[in-house]
């Protein structure tokens, strides 16, 4: 796995600026609860001025982001606006670096040469699929091979590169998906996120979805294939930073998420699902009775052996007709491990 470091993130959302295209799944205002408004200097001072009163001792890396909008397709004048503010606090060194995510097609050498006098740090691409077909029904308005290219640019600036992967999009299946996974694994990125498609109201896909014309995946299958990707990208070395939105108001609000695999521990869902599988493998090995078994982990692994309301241990206990598993903890393992006796 690369070394990957857990940066202190300051957020600043300009939804919908700079998207030339109204994707089929996309109401950012929905999403992040902002209205349409190019922040001030101003604003962005007192934002980060903010969150840096929130900033514990321990979190040494620190990033402005940018996020919702598509970067670097706004104005050049509209893209310094938003960076010039920022840059007194990195030669201060209240924060390391800027992050800001965009579209695949807005990567090239002019905006490139534009933003190479600030301290960018990290780049996010909305890469959602390598699956053509797939990204023409979304409406992105870019292909796979604008993101190939991208990342190349990108590469050859050394900035930090994250790819954001959309799951469970119109015409997309498990087979495309993993296609798609392994396409993204072959670029080699430092991170990646992955976001199950949510029916956002006001979107072009609740349309569809009111008419029938789009079925989500339901929270079960999408932890399976959340669960898989998450693997898939684990062996190839490639580092799973998130696996659906971020908890908000906004989206617990039974007005904005019509329909969809949104949970707000979606994340942890899928880990205590890869727990529960290798619990149940050693248990399985196992030559003695399963009349008492003990599963050692990982003290930070506690919470993702037993699962949402301790539905793991229940689930082992019913499949191994165990009488009594205790489940302890042991610092001296890796997070990952499970000892089972």
């Not at 979190?59 to 310094?80: K, Y």
């Not at 807005?106 to 740090?121: A, F």
């Not at 019509?258 to 521990?265: R, S, V």
Request: proline fraction near 6%; hydrophobic fraction near 40%.
């Amino acid at each position: 796995m690369k070394p990957f470091f857990k940066p202190f993130i300051i957020p600043i959302f300009i939804p919908h600026y700079g998207c030339p295209h109204q994707c089929i799944f996309c109401n950012q205002k929905a999403i992040t609860g902002t209205s349409n408004a190019i922040p001030s200097a101003n604003e962005i001072h007192a934002i980060v001025d903010e969150f840096l009163g929130y900033k514990r001792k321990n979190r040494t890396w620190t990033e402005v982001s940018f996020f919702g909008g598509n970067f670097l397709g706004l104005a050049p004048d509209r893209i310094q606006q938003l960076l010039d503010p920022v840059v007194s606090f990195a030669k201060s060194k209240k924060i390391d670096g800027i992050r800001f995510s965009t579209r695949p097609d807005t990567i090239d050498k002019d905006q490139l040469n534009l933003i190479s006098p600030y301290p960018i740090s990290t780049v996010e691409l909305g890469v959602q699929s390598m699956i053509n077909p797939v990204l023409k029904k979304a409406g992105r308005g870019h292909t796979a091979e604008d993101t190939i290219k991208a990342v190349s640019l990108l590469k050859q600036k050394k900035y930090q590169i994250g790819l954001q992967m959309m799951t469970g999009l119109p015409g997309d299946n498990d087979e495309l998906c993993l296609e798609s996974a392994g396409h993204i694994i072959a670029l080699q990125p430092d991170f990646v996120r992955i976001y199950p498609t949510l029916v956002i109201n006001g979107s072009p896909l609740a349309n569809l979805y009111q008419k029938g014309k789009y079925q989500p995946m339901s929270i079960e299958k999408c932890v399976a294939q959340l669960k898989r990707l998450y693997l898939l990208f684990q062996e190839n070395h490639i580092n799973v930073i998130r696996m659906g939105l971020q908890a908000s108001e906004e989206l617990d609000d039974l007005t904005t998420v019509l329909a969809g695999p949104y949970h707000p521990a979606l994340g942890h869902m899928v880990f205590s699902k890869i727990f529960l599988d290798s619990a149940a493998k050693k248990i399985k090995e196992k030559t003695s009775s399963n009349d008492a078994v003990t599963l050692t982990v990982h003290p930070r692994s506690l919470s993702r052996m037993q699962g949402l309301n301790k539905k793991n241990i229940d689930t082992l206990k019913q499949m191994f007709d165990i009488r009594q598993l205790d489940l302890i903890t042991d610092a001296s393992l890796e997070k990952n491990d499970i000892l089972v006796v």
